[in-house]
Every structure is written in C-alpha cells, then in structure tokens.
C-alpha cells in the first residue's frame, strides 16, 4: 500500500536556524509530490508542490523541496527559519491506489515546527 | 472568492447519536474530498466525488459512514452511531477539473467533532 513517511513528529528550532523535514513515499510509479502547512488555527493550504522537471522546487515563504527519485524522499527546507513559520507541516503524494481506482492524495502523519524567538 | 466552507465549525455530540457535516465547496470545483484528521495521526482518506460518476468510498472506516454529494456541489458526510474513537477534525476539500494527477486540492478550515 502507498504510504508517506515523515521522519520528525516535533522539530523545535530557534530563529534563523536552517530546516530540513524529512518525507519518504513507498511508490514505485509516477507521483505528484506536495508540502501542505497548517498554521494555528487556520487550515491547511500548499506550499509547494512537484509533478515533473527540475527536482528543486520552490514554494511561498522561502521553502523549497528536493525530489531524489532513487531515494524515494522529497525533503522540505528552509535556510533560516522565522517565528512565524511555526505550524504543522504535512508531505503529501498523489498517485493511483490500485490499478482502476482514483487517484488519491496519501499524507503523511505530519511534522509540527516550534521556532523560538 | 470563497473558499471551501464547511459547518459546523465544531459539533458536541454523544456517544450513539448520528451527526452531519456539510461542505461547500469552491464554485467550479468538480472534485470533492472528505478527511478525518486525528491527533498524530495526518490525514486519512475517507472518499471521493468527482463530478457525476460514482464515488470512491474506499477510506470510509464503517458502514456508519456515509457521505452524499447534491447536485454536484455540497456533500454532507454522515456520521451514524458515533463512538468516541469517531472524535477528530473532519476535513473537506475540493479541485478544480482537470488533470487529476496534478489536482491541487483546497481545503476547508473542518469540523471538529467530539463524541461524549
């Protein structure tokens, strides 16, 4: 079954300290790749997203995410983080579950960001 | 323009009672999407509409779910003898028509649902 890992269930980082979030997807075959960011209490929209070209993609606010097909991971990084990127970060992939079936959008379990002023 | 609406925002039930949700979702939106969101837990799949056809019921967890979509617009998703493990946030969202690989979808800001 499709599944989408996310490494780190908390990252606590202060001000200005570089971010690397992890996200690994067990599908062998062609995948759309998302980072969708949930802030407190407000709901969950994209951040940056990647369907096919160049594997460094960049997204709102400074983030970016790498695709290493042969390392099934898409990572999310920021050089230096600020107060307000605290929130909760969810890698998403999309792709077809079974042979007939919809496409469907797998998320993983998530990874909340605390920065420290 | 608006978003993805849903209501109630939050919903208090007991435990054995049924409950709905409802979701509106953008205009020209054809495909629909619910999720249950629990803690820890992401994002799990429910089910799928995509404009008239059939829908993908294959994430409902019971026979106690059920979701509807009218007139290719505003689904409501019910929930029939709710137990306490049924407490989450319920999302919604929807994309526009298209290519269903790249489908960006738009979320609703969910109902949270707690079950006394």
């Known amino acids: 079954a499709q599944s989408v890992s996310q490494h780190n269930h908390h990252v606590i980082l202060s001000e200005a300290a570089s971010l690397e979030l992890g996200c690994n997807y067990s599908?062998?075959?062609?995948?759309?790749l998302f980072w969708y960011v949930q802030y407190p209490g407000q709901h969950l929209q994209l951040l940056l997203k990647?369907?096919?070209?160049?594997?460094l993609v960049k997204g709102i606010k400074g983030f970016e995410a790498e695709f290493i097909k042969s390392k099934f991971s898409f990572n999310l990084r920021k050089p230096s983080v600020q107060w307000s990127d605290t929130a909760e970060y969810f890698c998403?992939?999309?792709?077809?579950?079974?042979?007939?079936?919809?496409?469907?959008?797998?998320f993983g379990k998530g990874t909340k960001l605390s920065v420290i002023p | 323009g608006a978003g993805v609406s849903q209501s109630p925002s939050n919903k208090v039930t007991e435990k054995g009672k049924d409950v709905e949700l409802r979701c509106d979702p953008i205009?020209?939106?054809?495909?629909l999407y619910w999720y249950r969101q629990s803690l820890g837990q992401g994002l799990e799949f429910l089910i799928y509409?995509?404009?008239?056809?059939?829908?993908?019921k294959s994430g409902l967890p019971s026979d106690r779910f059920s979701a509807e979509r009218t007139g290719g617009s505003v689904s409501t998703l019910t929930i029939q003898r709710t137990q306490q493990e049924d407490s989450a946030v319920y999302l919604c969202?929807?994309?526009?028509?298209?290519?269903?690989?790249?489908?960006?979808?738009?979320f609703g800001a969910g109902t949270r649902l707690s079950v006394l």
């Open positions: 205009s020209g939106h054809t495909a």
């Open positions: 969202a929807s994309s526009r028509p298209g290519d269903e690989t790249k489908n960006i979808q738009y």
């Open positions: 599908y062998g075959g062609t995948v759309n």
């Open positions: 998403a992939v999309n792709a077809r579950i079974s042979g007939a079936g919809s496409y469907q959008l797998t």
């Open positions: 509409f995509q404009g008239n056809s059939a829908p993908d």
């Open positions: 990647y369907f096919s070209g160049d594997p």
